[in-house]
């Protein structure tokens, strides 16, 4: 019994990280049709900035404890919008008309940028920052201790996935956005600023991506190439969900952290393994992802 | 923010100072030597930064003249060090094209680095190929001279990691831990399994019946271990056994500890040393921590680890961890070479084939003590390894070193001509363990 809720437990914990680590990408490739390969990066620089952060409140300041979860979040917020505006104006609305084959290479050669420059900005010791992650302390569920930090990212998860969902589903800027995704063109005549519309999902995909690495940094020890790492993971759960849906995410996060959860417990010799086969077997099914949908191409 | 710029722009200026050095060719009147270690990635900061940081250290200092005897002849030989700085990142592929570019763009005399096993075994037959003493500092791969059985220009003054799982496996006993049932989380590659593998052959010698509760391989550089910590709790072993490095391991500590996974069970990390100074009381009092040799916390008091300690803390304002003490020891090996390979001739640089057959069967002085190049028909250092446990003082905020029980090289080592799985099967014939 232990082990089940273990699964369940482990399970929903991975896949609240994984929604978070993949949201933004999802959100940008759903709008703008940009395979966006610096999300990774834009990761590492939401963990940086919040190590650096915590670590300087708590080693320089005898200050609430509590305090250095608003300075989590807070940083990743500046830190992405900060970042996303340079790139969208300093770089990606010179693109914008470009193929996204060639918005892939843009987007890579970003990645390798930022991978440096965050180096430069940071250098290359690891940053711990445990208070934030040892301060809520943990709780017993089923004759088993979990960190009440994890627990509470699946809350914070879940919340990102609920506002997504609303703003593209019940507010009126989400119309436009679905406008935009359903047909840029037509948007266009119908007086939509896609520009616009694109700047600003930019700059969110960005933040997302900033706040899933602060919110990730009091867990991990924050080091080069952290990035590099989870942009893989991201990947494939927006192909298993579908590119560009927020569902699709979300549901892609729940597969593979479950069945990785699965594997971990029952099977730890192919755990390797699972991630990529279910997101083989996917795409075996349904190429398009589980709530990507089939579009005809334009010629 | 400031001091974060500070200490990147202090890192890079150290290892660009060494790199900066003019290209041309070896007769210049100084020693030329290639340092290869990692200046990115994920094992620039738990490895290639204190190792570079040593060696800026030793050779400012031989250069200058001012370490200990019997170092205390300038640079090397009495010629002036220059080294030529290559960053490890990248893969084997890219290291066989640096290592060419050493030997036969920057002419250097000599090689020393490598943390990688992967690396290590692509240049082994390179460096024998174009005939360049090369000094492999830390990889730990049993393979090198498994592969390379005549080696004439590769040493290794680093320990085989094989050294590190017999002995994490003889200090459990040895200290009265209860071991019936163990556990391991390793990264998922070559180390990982490999290090895991000789861990258990060990415990199974050591202690016949000991049962394997549970053995988890999460990708390298994952970073989130929830579910391995759960898997590891239900399984509820008496020792958990990992070989993590790095961010991985100090991810694995923090995430643990915080689950409690820690508190109630025996824990053994075999590189755990390299971050005695940052876990800040996040790890366990207890928790069992190697060095992957006589070095760092680990290393003895002597002349020249004394001098080289207070030298690497005033230089960079932080403990030297393993990493540093063995990049030193591979150039004071060089250094030993060298000169008695060159004895009457004070200021040039001695015949390669002179170097190796000197470096050969050596016994030299280090940081770490006294090394023997004794295995490997004389191309592999022997030395102990040491486990201790991790206590950190809530008051102080320092983290100290108790219960330390060092090993002997003779006790941990396969002899020559034998594997290390082959030994540990055979029950450790010949092991010399003392009192």
Known sequence: MTTFYAIFIDGMIYASWLFLVAAGLTVIYGVMRILNMAHGSFYAIGAYCAA?????????????????????????????????????????????????????????????????????????????????????????????????????????????????????NRTHIGKVLRAVIHDREVAVAMGVNVRLMFAGTFIFGTTLGALAGALTAPSISVSPGIGVEVIVLAFAVVVVGGLGSIEGAIVGALLVGMTRSLAVHLAPQIELFVIYGVMSLVLAVRPQGLFGRTLARKI | MKNIVQKSLAVMAAAGTLAAMPVHAAENGKFRVGVVTFLSGAAAGPFGVPSINGAKVLVDALNEGKVPAPYNVKGINGLEIEAVVIDENGGATKQVEEFRNLAERHKVDAVVGYISSGDCLAISPVAEELGVPTVFFDCGTSRLFEENNKPRYVFRTGLDAAIDNIGAARYLIDTGHKVDSIAGIQQNYS????????????????????????????????????????????????????????????????????????????????????????????????????????????????????????????????????????????????????????????????????????????????????????????????????????????????ASLQNVKAYAGECVTPPDGTTATEWIKAGFPGAKCGG
Not at chain 1, 57 to 75: E, K
Not at chain 2, 299 to 307: F, G, I, R
């Open chain 1, 52 to 168: 650096s952060l915590v670590g300087w409140y708590f080693s320089d300041f005898d200050g609430n404890p509590y305090l250095s979860y608003l300075l989590l979040i807070g940083c990743a917020l500046v830190a992405g919008l900060v970042v996303g505006v340079v790139i969208e104006q300093g770089l990606l609305r010179f693109m914008y008309k470009r193929n996204e084959l060639l918005m892939i290479i843009i987007t890579y050669a970003l990645l390798l940028i930022l991978e440096d420059a965050t180096k430069l900005a940071f250098g290359v010791d690891p940053y711990f920052t445990y208070q934030p992650y040892a301060l809520l302390g943990r709780s017993d569920i089923g004759g088993l201790a979990f960190a009440n930090y994890d627990l509470l990212l699946v809350v914070v998860s879940a919340a990102i996935g609920l506002f997504c969902w609303l703003v593209l």
């Open chain 2, 191 to 398: 180390w990982g399994q490999d290090s895991w593998g000789d861990f258990t052959a060990a415990m199974k010698q050591l202690k016949p019946g000991v049962k394997i509760a549970t053995e988890q391989f999460p990708k390298i550089f994952q970073g989130q271990y929830g579910a391995e910590i759960s898997a590891l709790a239900i399984s509820n072993p008496d020792v958990i056994h990992s070989s993590f490095w790095g961010g991985d391991m100090e991810a694995l500590v923090l995430q643990g500890n915080a689950r409690g996974l820690l508190d109630k069970r025996t824990t053994i990390l075999t590189c755990g040393e390299s971050a005695l100074d940052r876990f800040k009381g996040q790890a366990t009092n207890g928790l069992i921590v190697g060095a992957r040799g006589p070095f760092g916390a680990f290393a003895p008091k002597n002349t020249l680890s004394d001098w080289f300690h207070a030298a690497y803390v005033a230089k960079n304002e932080m403990e030297p961890t393993y990493p540093a003490y063995k990049m030193v020891q591979a150039i004071l090996g060089l250094k030993a070479a060298a000169e008695k390979a060159a004895a009457g001739k004070p200021g040039t640089v001695p015949n390669k084939d002179a170097l190796v057959g000197a470096f050969k069967g050596l016994t030299f002085e280090s940081v770490s003590g006294t090394v023997n190049m004794s295995r490997a028909n004389g191309h592999q250092a022997l030395q102990g390894i040491a486990y201790g446990e991790y206590h950190f003082d809530k008051k102080t905020k320092k």
